[in-house]
């Protein structure tokens, strides 16, 4: 089956193969609990200038306000600069966007101290909403994973580089399949708890009433809990690129 534990450093894992290049973990652990990939790198960046173009990257976890969720993108232009440094903070249901003051400080680097592990740290500031940090292995020049380590902050995600700009629905248009999972906040009974969606959609080029397709979500906040068979409609706007 492919079935194998690993232990290190305190912490035991259950994995199952999947391939060559991808195993699937879980933590096993009575006061824990964590899971996940490990993937195969291949030739990731060993310097700042191996690290370069545009970046969107997501993280998801928590604070101590409460659940905090992070999307964006930058670029980087292989010296240790960034620019063209974007993203929306959600902190516990107030979403902000960056930069809303000035953004400084502007940098990353690839760590020196470990030559070849795709190991890379990048930070930003905000003049009205402070200092971002995040820590990052790329598992090639392309893609990686990436932790949130601001102050107070947890939560980690992927970092993926950016293709086929300028970005339209027509060059979007195709079917999708959608996996979502997060928090949601019922503010009748004032409940916090875990939601999760998959499903799939299909983009059409039109402007308007562009999206169709069907979900199925659970909601822990919901007297109903479970939803099946819903059927989504939407649209996707593109707003410059």
């Not at 102050?151 to 580089?161: C, E, K, N, R, Y």
């Amino acid at each position: 089956f492919g079935r194998g534990t690993i232990s290190f450093a305190g912490f035991n894992y259950i994995f199952y193969i999947v391939d060559s290049t991808r195993i699937r973990l879980i933590e096993d652990s009575s006061n824990a609990l964590t899971l996940g990939d490990a993937v195969a790198q291949t030739n990731p960046p060993a310097s700042n200038a191996g690290f370069t173009g545009s970046f969107a990257f997501l993280t998801g976890g928590g604070s101590f306000a409460g659940p905090d969720t992070r999307i964006g993108r930058l670029t980087a232009n292989g010296s240790g600069a960034l620019s063209q440094v974007t993203m929306v903070d959600n902190n516990n249901f107030d979403a902000q966007s960056v930069p809303k003051g000035t953004l400084s400080a502007t940098t990353y680097t690839i760590d020196p101290n470990f030559p070849n592990s795709g190991r890379g740290e990048l930070t930003f500031t905000d003049s009205s909403l402070g200092t971002y940090e995040f820590v990052f292995y790329m598992t090639s020049a392309t893609q990686g994973v990436i932790q949130d380590n601001t102050v107070g902050f947890v939560g980690d995600g992927s970092i993926l580089a950016q293709t086929g700009s300028p970005f339209t629905n027509s060059n979007l248009v195709g079917n999708f399949a959608l996996n979502w999972s997060g928090q949601n906040f019922n503010s009748t009974n004032q409940v916090v708890a875990e939601e999760d969606f998959v499903g799939q959609v299909k983009l059409a080029s039109s402007a308007s009433s562009n999206l169709t397709g069907a979900a199925d979500f659970s909601s822990f906040t919901s007297n109903q809990g479970v939803f099946l068979d819903v059927v989504l409609t939407g649209n996707l706007t593109i707003k410059g690129d």
